[in-house]
């Protein structure tokens, strides 16, 4: 197989197996679980074989199946080190949390609903990293983005799991709508949706930059990643997405699914990188993220709430380390996010795993009840050790390796801008460090150290299951493993990724000990003050929860709920006020714009308004008969009761006929003089039920309004018809000729008029012969519609 | 001759119809109006037999028979309705 | 209720509006007419039956299911039209022929007579169905 | 039987007067077709009932007497209705009247109704449920009984003549 | 023939501009009688004959052409029912509560009918 | 017929009518479609393009067959967009198009008409009302 | 019999009217009426694709009904047409076989047949007639189908006859006055071309354009369709209508309304204006796109407003009507490939959830979602159909109606129509909170409080409610996984469109009588 087939196949074994659970289940029952393991694995396999030539020789796999030509899409697959390093993630991920899952589901859940989102998930993840179609890949995040919200709704009785999916279904799909028109103005300026095309052009990308629209184009886009990554006012979502299932939230949440914004933003990084607005954008954004998410995470007393801000903290780190970027030098921080980025993907899922241990155990996540787990689940506590202390930033661990590289790249980054800079980035940099360094204590102090609370967790607490226990080990494994040995990751893992993204070969060299440097110092300085700040943490408490109750508006969720919770008031109210359910507003309204419509063309096009030549010889029986007629109209109009002004409707009808009859046209006449009586008798047989009690009473206002609206009406006729009636413009004829030649020739009769309706036009008589039968059984209905009361 | 006879017969018909129209508008009661349109066709009727006689076509009969026919029925009808409220 | 001076002249009435009715629709094609002012025309004095006799007087004796005439009137309109297809035409393709009949003389068939036929009939049905099941409605 | 007959002779008569040809084509015509048509009312005209060709034929010269005598007296109600139009004012005693009458049929109250109202300043308002008394309204009803005398003494003999 | 032709054309000429005073008088005394039962008078008499005269006048200048038979089965189907419409429109107006003008002078039936 | 006259007639009728069926009261907008429909089928008769004529039913056979010169088809290569009448050539009729045309807008009218009335008989039966504004349970 | 395959277009319209009549005779046998009527429609549905492809294949399609040419009246099946047949012959087919388990008895066998029928009649005819005046007829044949449809009776009575009657009353009132424009228009326009036929005044009014003779009322007139068609199609302002319609009818023939009858405003606006009046383009196509921006934000707004369910798929029709006008105003090949793209998935998408809603209902009792919850366990295959559906709606990927959003919105910044896109975008993201919101209220949370609303009707969906749904949301998903042979269709109609020369010569090259 080759490495292109075997990634189509990675993409798609997912939703095929996805779509086979339900049969699977049948088969497995409560074991479907391993069915996703396996699939998880396969996944795994497939992309390793197209990975050799990818790390090995730097070569991009790359190839494209036509979806929708004439869309200019194109299934594209774009295989380079980073999409590899992602696709290992997700699928290696996969297979530890599928496994763990079949420890932590319990058996009554609806398990075939569990696995098959996950490999949904896993799939549209997958496809997601290898796109080489903006198109496509966007059509994989917003599936990523359903399925995250399916799984963190999977308990779908429970509020606050709808209110979590909820918001991040709105908050990443909206983002993505964003991201999409930013993906459709890249298309705009490039012509085509071919990501390929463009990382391959050099000449495409500084086109792209010169452009009017890279602004905007940027920002549109990075509103995605950032809503996707949890990113700026977007984080919100992440804290509430904790209702999922914690395998759940390990997979998605920390390791994999928040990280396609990072992967998006390293993607579009040889595009955009490299200016002002990004480094200002990605980095500004970033870098206060980090601190506030890191400042929120040391104040959270839920376990995965503080893993949940950690979380945003830490893409925040690499979503700034993306964004360090000059002119010059567009690459500075991109070796260290992509190396944090990977060891934030261990620490973190095992930190979640670990949290699902003691949450499955202890029965609760609150770490103000926990404490003094070391005794009876030892083995949990070492592995949280290993991951908590990576997150710190303590040697030899991988977290200490890529916290030092934050550091390193920060003092470039202020040292290439200068100024103030020089020293605010790397000391931003430090503070963030700071809060992760204090959340790290304090989530294995407050679990794991101290005293047992025998009031608050009475019964007995042991070690889990091994399917539960040896994902996280493995990953715990996996992060000394990184940490003593860099190499490891760096040649086979971190090189390709950092050359696929900046487009040429790069080569890194981390050591686990590199001198006292000033990022050693910067670590040392971060230890200190944590370990302070941590002391201090209820004073900092005490000020915080004081400020809030103060100044509610400070919250981003504060802005969120109030749009969610007035959204229906406020829409109901819009359309009560719209739709205000008076037919005589929207008469009114479609009379305007009849009107609005006849007088553009006039106002712009016409000369003459009125054609100059009006013939005013009148004859005066003409000229009666005609009065007469608005004689009956008008009061038909204004008699108030129904009878008579019925009765002086049937007279302007006979007026009517009688003006057939003036104009030749006795089958007119004839018509109109029985549908006249016909109707007559129609109203009689209506109001018979209907007494007139209502009465209308016409203010001077109203009046004078309906008056104004009908003199219009009546003017845009009048100039539209007086116009039509000048004749038919030369040198055309009249179909009529035809009619008045071959009605008798060739359709045998001679009244012209119901030959047409007969034969000419016989097809209209056919279907106005179907309106008197639509009238009857309209009628019928209507008479029978009662409701049986 | 003719064309002054047609004249000025199509004339006074046209002039008559506006004492129908007055008492359609004025009333005072229903019955007046429904005279007042019965009248009315009545006048149509004629108009109608000026034009045949004018024209020499049959044509016009026609439309004349059917509108003696319909308006008696639909006076008939109103004048059921008057009565008692009811039409069939 | 009307008076018997009304009943009696409805009663002469009836037969002449009908005939008068057929007449006009069998003139149709050469004069004023067709199928919808013939239709029309019947209605009209089947209403004026109602009005005078009343409806519930009149269904004791004669009660057609109206439904069926417009049902009837809508399928041979349309199957007139149908039928020039199974002589090769085009829907609605209209035919003309002169045929003799011995009391007769020469009479013109015309396609489109039957398909006027057809209106009549919706006519009638349509309109009286309306008139019947809101008359009853009203009782 | 001899109803239909009767009947669809008088039908074919009035196919030709609304066709608009008198000839015996269309008289056959009208006579086949109207039969068929009005079948459906026969309950309202009676074709049980007996009827005698001879009785009919009687009647003629009577009816074409009541027809001349109708026309006289629309000649004069219209001249006298106009006069009272065209005066320059107005001066009338109208009002309705009770005029009982003697004929029991429907045709014969139908008719004798109709002509009261053709004839001059009398106009049939209503007759009574017991059929014995029409309601005539008369432009000038200041002599009820002499009006009452004049109906029956110079109209509804004619008519019972002609239709009874 | 001439002669004949001739006589045809004055009486059908008479006729019709007869026809047609008496319908417009009959609308004269629309607007100028009292009340509904006097205006009936003049609407069922006055324009009836009006009809009928022009019905007439087309029956003299053509003869039993179609068009003479129509007119005259229109002249006789309003003879017929004009009156039976004025009855009817006047016994809905009385029944419906319409008075007699101020002129009148008896209402037997307003006598009855109030019983 | 005057056309000018006619037109202005027709276009106060339109006025007339979007005047009534401006009306809260049901039964006046009803009656106000219909002196609408009236103005509009009046409308489409004044469209009519030939004026002067005679009825248009052939009397005798008149027409039956003479070569009028018309040309009936359409030639795109040529320019030709039929009918193309001979200068000058008279029409001995009024249109007789306009008039099929509003017998069919005549019936669909009568029949709408018959439906909408009924309709607002069995709204009064269910609201009691024949107020437009009271119409107003569905809203928002 | 040899009935040839030159006919499909004629039977497309008169076997139904023929059908609606035959159904009067057999109102006594239910049986005969539900299966002939069934075979019928399937039959419609199998002839409308036939018709498609041979006009693919063959080019356009015409037929001169009575053999008269162009003064007579002409169906002309292009792309356009034939597409438009196949869409309402799909969804009426499948709502017909869901009328059978839905509707009232009483109304079914009555007047249920003939009516739908009729409708569907209606549909063909507007889609099929080359005749402007024929067009009209056919509207009226619609509206007063519809109409009567509306008031049929469905089983359960959740809505109360008086709001059928409130809508409908609304809707024929606005709908007449809407015909008076039609028939203005019509009649001006004969005056001024002397001709009904759409070929012919589209030839001659472009001749008249290119020796400068034409008129300025003609442009007066060709705006005057915008309120005709417009009203159709429910846009701003003569969208009023449509939420009450909508949700008060029964589903079927909301689905109906919804899928297809709205749509015939579109297809008018498309072939009016890219036919007859394409020199007034210049005029139509700001005009629309300020009407269609309008139009996405009322529905949007007041949809989220909604607990009605039906009534907020309704207002969420306005909305997407309005994105379907956005393409049109647009104008380019692009855009108005992305219309149509848009109106196919719209149709299909909407008509499905107005089934599903029907079903929803049938389970809940009631149209108010606030009662409603908890109902992903006891009506999964609702539950999955309306989310197929919602995400359609909302422009997801990999539905069907994300094809859509993404090409129109493509298309607009192609043409560079940045506001108007960015509008339509950021309402977009309305549509997405409003469908999911109706999602989450009826299928997850608590199952709804017992005590106060009943239970749950226990009785499963049968398989003639459930196979349209299914098949529909099939549709949607198809849609949207293998969108190529739709778009390319697309495009070939709005070639076909920006190009009218085809159709003219099919129609003008025709020798009379
Ligand atoms: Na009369
Ligand atoms: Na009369």
Redesign the pocket.
């Known amino acids: 197989m080759d490495s292109f087939n075997a990634i189509t196949a990675a993409i798609f074994l997912p939703f095929i197996f996805a779509g086979l659970v339900p049969v699977m289940e049948k088969l497995l029952k409560q074991r479907i679980g391993w069915f996703a393991v396996a699939t998880a694995l396969a996944c795994f396999i497939l992309i390793g074989m197209a990975a050799p030539g990818v790390i090995e020789e730097g070569h991009i796999v790359q190839g494209t199946i036509p979806w929708i030509p004439s869309a200019g899409v194109d299934f594209t697959i774009y295989a380079d080190g980073l999409a590899m390093m992602i696709g290992f993630i997700v699928s290696g991920i996969g297979v530890l949390i599928m496994s763990y899952s079949n420890g932590y589901m319990s058996k009554t859940e609806d398990l075939k609903r569990y696995y098959q989102y996950l490999l949904l998930f896993m799939g549209s993840m997958i496809g997601m990293v290898f796109s080489g179609n903006t198109i496509q890949l966007f059509i994989f995040w917003e599936l990523t983005s359903i399925t995250s919200f399916m799984l963190i709704g999977y308990w779908r009785h429970k509020p606050e799991s709808i209110y979590g999916a909820t918001k991040s279904l709105f908050l990443t799909a909206s983002g993505g709508l964003a991201m999409l028109a930013g993906f459709l103005l890249l298309g705009n300026i490039t012509g085509s949706f071919d990501l390929t095309a463009i990382l391959n052009d050099p000449q495409v990308i500084n086109a792209i930059k010169e452009h009017e629209l890279f602004l905007i184009t940027l920002i549109l886009i990075f509103i995605g990643a950032a809503a996707k990554s949890a990113q700026g006012p977007f984080y919100i979502w992440l804290p509430n997405a904790m209702e999922a299932p914690t395998p759940v939230s390990a997979f998605l949440h920390s390791a994999t699914m928040v990280k396609a914004g990072i992967y998006l933003i390293a993607r579009i990084h040889p595009i955009f990188s490299g200016t002002e607005a990004w480094f200002i954008l990605v980095s500004g954004t970033g870098i206060i993220t980090m601190l506030v998410a890191g400042f929120l995470a040391f104040r959270q007393t839920d376990i995965k709430g503080i893993l949940a801000y950690s979380t945003i903290s830490q893409l925040a780190y690499l979503m700034t380390m993306y964004g360090y970027t000059t002119y010059h030098e567009p690459g500075i921080g991109v070796a260290a996010a992509t190396f944090h980025l990977l060891n934030h993907a261990t620490f973190k899922a095992c930190l979640f795993l670990v949290a699902g241990i003691v949450a499955h155990e202890a029965a609760t996540r609150d770490i103000r009840k926990l404490g003094g787990l070391r005794r009876e689940m030892p083995i949990t506590f070492i592995i949280a050790c290993i991951a908590g202390l990576s997150m710190a930033g303590i040697p030899p661990l991988n977290g200490f390796l890529s916290k030092e590289m934050f550091y390193e790249s920060s003092l470039e980054m202020g040292a290439s801008i200068g100024g103030i800079f020089t020293f605010l980035i790397p000391a931003l940099a430090v503070l963030g460090g700071v809060f992760t360094f204090a959340y790290s204590i304090k989530l294995i102090d407050g679990i794991f150290l101290g005293k047992r609370d025998k009031e608050a967790i009475p019964h007995h607490i042991h070690e889990p299951p091994m399917t539960m226990l040896i994902p996280p080990a493995f990953l715990a494994f996996l992060i000394i493993l990184f940490g003593v040995i860099p190499s490891l990751p760096t040649h086979y893992i971190i090189e390709p990724a950092v050359s696929g993204i900046l487009l040429e070969t790069a080569h890194l060299h981390v050591k686990l000990w590199h001198g006292f440097t000033i990022s050693l110092m910067m670590t040392i300085v971060t230890f200190i003050l944590g370990i302070l700040i941590y002391t201090k943490y209820d004073r900092i408490a005490a000020w915080q929860d004081n400020f809030n109750m103060k100044k509610p508006w400070i919250s981003i969720n504060y802005y969120y709920d109030l749009a969610v919770d007035s959204a229906k008031g406020n829409a109901f109210r819009f359309s009560s006020r719209s739709q205000t359910g008076s037919i005589k507003l929207y008469m009114i309204a479609m009379l305007l714009l009849m009107i609005a419509l006849i007088a553009i063309p006039a106002a712009i096009l016409a000369t003459n308004i009125v054609p100059s030549q009006l013939n005013f010889d009148i004859p005066p029986y003409e000229a009666i008969l005609l009065v007469l007629l608005i004689v009956a109209a008008l009061s038909a109009a204004i008699l108030p009761k129904y009878l008579p002004a019925i009765i002086a409707l049937s007279a302007l009808g006979y007026g009517v006929s009688l003006l057939f009859i003036y104009l030749k046209a006795p089958d007119l006449a004839l018509t109109q003089i029985l549908v006249e009586t016909l109707s007559t008798i129609i109203f009689l047989l209506a109001i018979t039920k209907i007494p007139q009690k209502y009465k209308e009473k016409i203010s001077l206002s109203v009046f004078t309004r309906d008056i104004l609206i009908a003199i219009t009406v009546a003017t845009s006729v009048f100039v539209v018809l007086i116009n039509a009636t000048q004749g038919i413009v030369d040198p055309f004829a009249s179909l009529s000729h035809y009619f008045i030649d071959n009605s008798l020739l060739l359709a045998g009769g001679h009244n012209i008029v119901n030959v047409i309706i007969v034969d000419f036009r016989g097809y209209d008589t056919l279907g106005e012969i179907s309106v008197m039968c639509l009238a009857a059984l309209g009628v019928y209905n209507l008479i029978h519609s009662r409701s049986e009361e | 001759m003719n064309s002054l006879i047609f004249d000025i017969s199509i004339t006074f018909m046209v002039i008559a119809i506006i004492p129908c129209i007055y008492r359609v508008i004025k009333g005072p009661t229903i019955p007046d109006r429904v005279i007042a349109v ?1 009248a009315m ?2 006048v149509i009727v004629v108009i109608l037999g000026i034009y045949s006689y004018m024209q020499e076509s049959a044509f016009f009969m026609d439309v004349a028979l059917v509108l ?1 026919i319909i ?2 029925v639909g ?1 008939v009808t109103i004048s059921k309705y008057l009565d008692e409220g009811a039409v069939f | 209720m009307t008076t018997i001076i009304t009943k009696t002249i409805t009663k002469i009435c009836i037969p002449l509006v009908i005939l008068f009715s057929i007449s006009l629709l069998l003139a149709g094609h050469n004069n004023p007419g067709g199928g919808f002012i013939g239709g029309v025309m019947f209605v009209s004095v089947i209403a004026l039956s109602y009005v005078v006799f009343g409806l519930r007087h009149i269904k004791t004796f004669f009660n057609p299911d109206w439904a069926k005439w417009f049902g009837f009137g809508l399928t041979l309109a349309s199957l007139t039209a149908f039928s020039a297809m199974l002589f090769g035409h085009n829907f609605f393709r209209s035919a003309v022929e002169f045929v003799h009949l011995p009391l007769f003389g020469e009479i013109e068939l015309v396609s489109a007579g039957l398909f006027d036929i057809g209106v009549y009939f919706v006519v009638i049905g349509s309109l009286l169905f309306i008139f019947k099941n809101v008359g009853d409605d009203n009782e | 039987m001899k109803r239909y007959i009767l009947y669809s002779m008088f039908l074919g008569l009035i196919w030709c007067f609304v066709h608009g040809t008198v000839n015996f084509n269309n008289f056959l015509i009208g006579a086949l077709l109207g039969p068929i048509v009005i079948r459906p009312f026969r309950s309202l005209y009676g074709f049980e009932n007996k009827i005698s060709y001879m009785n009919i034929v009687r009647k003629i010269p009577k009816l074409i007497r009541f027809f001349y005598v109708l026309f006289i007296e629309i000649i004069k109600a219209n001249v006298m209705v106009a006069k009272i139009i065209l005066q320059p004012k107005m001066n009338i005693k109208p009002g309705i009247i009770a005029v009982p009458i003697r004929t029991k049929t429907d045709v014969g109250i139908t008719a004798i109704a109709n002509t009261i109202t053709l004839t001059p300043g009398t106009l049939t308002i209503d007759v009574s449920d017991n059929k014995e008394v029409l309601y005539v309204h008369a432009i000038d009803a200041s002599d009820p009984q002499g009006l009452c005398d004049s109906i029956r003494d110079d109209l509804e003999e004619y008519v019972l003549e002609a239709f009874e | 023939m001439i002669e004949i032709g001739l006589i045809q054309d004055i009486i059908s000429t008479f006729l019709l501009l007869v026809g047609a005073f008496f319908v417009f008088l009959g609308m004269v005394g629309l607007i100028r009688l009292p009340d509904v039962y006097n205006r009936l008078h003049a609407t069922t008499k006055i324009g009836t004959l009006g009809a009928f005269g022009v019905m007439l006048s087309i029956v003299a200048k053509l003869g039993l052409e179609p068009i003479g038979v129509k007119a005259i089965t229109v002249g006789l189907f309003i003879l017929l ?2 009156p039976v ?1 004025a009855h009817m429109i006047g016994r809905a107006a009385h029944r419906h509560g319409v008075g007699l003008c101020k002129e009148s002078v008896i209402d037997e039936y307003g006598k009855e009918h109030n019983k | 017929m005057n056309n000018f006259l006619l037109t202005l007639t027709i276009s106060i009728l339109f006025g007339i009518g979007t005047f009534l069926i401006l009306r809260r009261d049901m039964i006046k907008v009803i009656i106000g479609l219909s002196v609408l429909s009236h103005a509009v089928n009046l409308l489409i008769v004044s469209a009519g393009v030939f004026e002067n004529g005679k009825v248009p039913i052939i009397t005798g056979s008149g027409h039956g067959g003479e070569v009028t010169g018309t040309i009936y088809n359409d030639n795109l290569a040529e320019g030709i967009l039929a009918p193309i009448v001979s200068a000058g050539s008279h029409v001995e009729f009024v249109d007789p198009l306009v008039q099929a045309l509003v017998l069919t807008a005549i019936v669909i009218s009568l029949a709408t008409t018959a439906f909408i009335l009924i309709l607002a008989y069995r709204i009064y039966e269910e609201y009691g009302t024949t107020d437009i504004r009271e119409l107003r349970r569905l809203w928002g | 019999m040899n009935i040839s395959m030159t006919h499909l277009p004629i039977l497309l319209v008169a076997v139904p009217i023929l059908m609606s009549a035959l159904m009067i005779f057999l109102r006594s046998n239910a049986n005969v009426q539900k299966w002939l009527n069934v075979s019928v429609s399937f039959a419609m549905m199998l002839i409308s694709i036939i018709l498609l492809l041979q006009v693919w294949n063959g080019g356009i399609q015409v037929y001169e009904v009575g053999e008269w040419g162009k003064y007579g009246i002409v169906l002309v099946a292009d792309l356009l047409s034939s597409g438009m047949v196949v869409l309402s012959s799909l969804v009426s087919f499948l709502a017909l076989l869901y009328s059978l388990d839905y509707i009232e008895s009483r109304s079914l066998n009555l007047t249920y047949h003939s009516l739908f029928n009729l409708l569907v009649a209606g549909l063909n005819g507007t889609f099929l007639t080359g005749d402007i005046f024929n067009m009209f007829v056919f509207f009226e044949i619609l509206l007063l189908a519809s109409c009567g449809l509306v008031i049929a009776n469905e089983k359960g009575g959740v809505t109360k006859s008086s709001d059928k009657m409130e809508a409908t009353f609304k809707y024929l009132i606005l709908s007449m006055i809407g015909s008076i424009v039609m028939l203005i228009a019509v009649a001006s326009l004969y005056a001024t071309v002397g001709t009904l036929n759409m070929a012919d005044l589209s030839v001659k009014i472009s001749a008249m354009s290119a020796a400068g003779t034409l008129p300025w009322h003609t442009y007066a007139i060709a705006l005057l369709f915008i309120v005709v068609f417009g009203n159709k199609a429910a846009i701003f302002p003569m969208h009023y209508w449509l939420p009450d319609v909508h949700p008060t009818a029964p589903s079927p023939i909301s689905a109906m309304l919804s899928g297809v009858m709205i749509k015939v405003g579109a297809y008018g606006i498309l072939r009016v204006f890219f036919l007859i009046f394409r020199d007034a383009l210049f005029l139509l196509q700001p005009i629309i796109i300020l009407l269609a921006l309008v139009t996405i934000i009322i529905g949007a707004v007041s949809a989220v407003g909604q607990n009605d369910v039906k009534r907020l798929l309704a207002y969420s029709s306005v909305s997407q009507i309005g994105y379907i006008f956005l393409g049109i105003g647009i104008g380019s090949v692009y855009a108005l490939t992305a219309a149509l793209v848009y109106l196919v998935n719209h149709a299909i998408a909407k008509s499905m959830l107005f089934l599903t809603s029907g079903g929803i209902i049938h389970h809940a009792g009631t149209r108010d979602m606030r009662q409603m919850g908890g109902m992903n366990k006891t009506t999964p295959i609702m539950s999955i159909a309306f989310l197929i559906g919602a995400m359609s709606i909302a422009g997801l990927p990999p539905m069907g109606g994300f094809v859509a959003k993404f090409i129109l919105f493509d298309a607009g910044l192609r043409a560079e129509y940045y506001i108007p896109v960015a509008i339509a975008l950021f309402f977009a993201v309305f549509t997405l909170f409003y469908m999911f919101r109706a999602w989450l209220l009826m299928f997850w949370g608590e199952t709804r409080d017992v005590e106060e609303y009943g239970k749950y009707s226990s009785h499963k969906p049968s398989l003639m409610i459930v196979f349209p749904i299914l098949s529909l949301a099939a549709l949607v998903f198809i849609f949207g996984i293998y969108a190529e042979p739709l778009v390319a269709l697309a495009q070939a109609i709005a070639e076909q469109l920006i190009d009218p020369q085809p159709y003219i010569d099919a129609v003008m090259t025709r020798a009379v009588r």
């Open positions: 019965d066709t009545t003696a308006s008696f006076t | 029912t004009a419409a």
